[in-house]
């Protein structure tokens, strides 16, 4: 008789579990297709290059495999960039288009700072592109105490793009380029000359710009997966963020930027938020074009 019972229990058991597993498979059965992203099928590429495996670059394939589950395992990071991503690369992409720069290149700022337009790091590089002062300025980028133009969008995005250029005339190698914008210039010239090679794949660097191009490669490869599944997923997260309806407004002065704001009948908040690119509560003669909502 215990045995019967035993037996029976186990079948309940069983049957149970079937239940429970029909109830949630059939819940959740997109989950696979929504926070699961595929492993490129094809050559791995950046900047119209293919990355080599083989050789001396054996080690390459582990470090894109680790950027790559880092990258598509971090969910929540990498929801919050895809939802950011309306509001600046279809920008970034016709701007690269037009200096003849590589459409990867759109995720180098993805790499610096997942597109958070209010990101300082502690060497005080700011904004998507995480400019330093010192080497924004070559690219009349004004940065005192009423404006930081590494915040207005297309300012700092032409200045990028013109740096990205001035770095193809030093390096004339994509791959560089990007490691040097992370490492400067000046230090990557001479790793280069001191290790005696031409590529970065053959360069041994320290930790973060070892990992650079492989951290924007693997963010290519997973918002290429996304691509494929972008109706899904964008509703999973809630939709992506959209360009606010704005124009600009031409001024010569602003004394007080909040009484400025309340004349005009405009939120201060909003003005901020839109302009981040001015740091302080006033600006002085210039001619300025601030951005306001509709």
């Not at 031409?198 to 650079?212: A, G, H, I, V």
């Amino acid at each position: 008789m215990l045995k019967n019972n035993s037996l029976l229990a186990i079948v309940y058991g069983v049957l149970f579990f079937c239940i429970i597993w029909v109830f949630f498979a059939s819940k959740f059965q997109n989950w696979d297709n929504t926070l699961v992203f595929k492993y490129p099928d094809t050559n791995i590429e950046f900047a119209w290059e293919e990355i080599p495996f083989d050789g001396n670059n054996f080690d390459n394939k582990e470090r894109f495999d680790k950027e790559f589950l880092l990258t598509s395992n971090n969910l929540y990071q990498f929801y919050l960039y895809v939802k950011r991503y309306p509001l600046y690369i279809p920008y970034i992409e016709k701007e690269l288009e037009k200096a003849w720069i590589p459409d990867d290149f759109k995720y180098l700022p993805i790499a610096e700072s997942a597109l958070r337009d209010d990101v300082v790091s502690s060497a005080g590089a700011g904004w998507i592109w995480q400019f330093m002062p010192d080497t924004w300025k070559r690219y009349w980028l004004r940065i005192d105490d009423e404006v930081d133009e590494r915040y207005h969008f297309e300012k700092s995005t032409a200045a990028a793009v013109e740096y990205l250029n001035d770095l193809h005339d030093k390096f004339w190698d994509w791959a560089l380029v990007a490691a040097a914008y992370n490492r400067w210039e000046n230090w990557l010239a001479r790793d280069l000359k001191n290790q005696w090679v031409e590529s970065y794949y053959d360069l041994y660097l320290n930790q973060e710009t070892s990992r650079y191009v492989f951290r924007i490669v693997a963010i290519k490869y997973v918002m290429q997966s996304y691509m494929d599944r972008k109706d899904t997923i964008d509703t999973f997260i809630g939709g992506v963020q959209e360009i606010p309806n704005t124009k600009i407004i031409e001024v010569q002065e602003v004394p007080d930027l909040a009484l400025w704001s309340q004349m005009n009948n405009i939120s201060y908040k909003d003005v901020k938020i839109l302009n981040r690119w001015i740091i302080g509560d006033s600006l002085s003669s210039w001619n300025w074009n601030i951005t306001v909502l509709k």
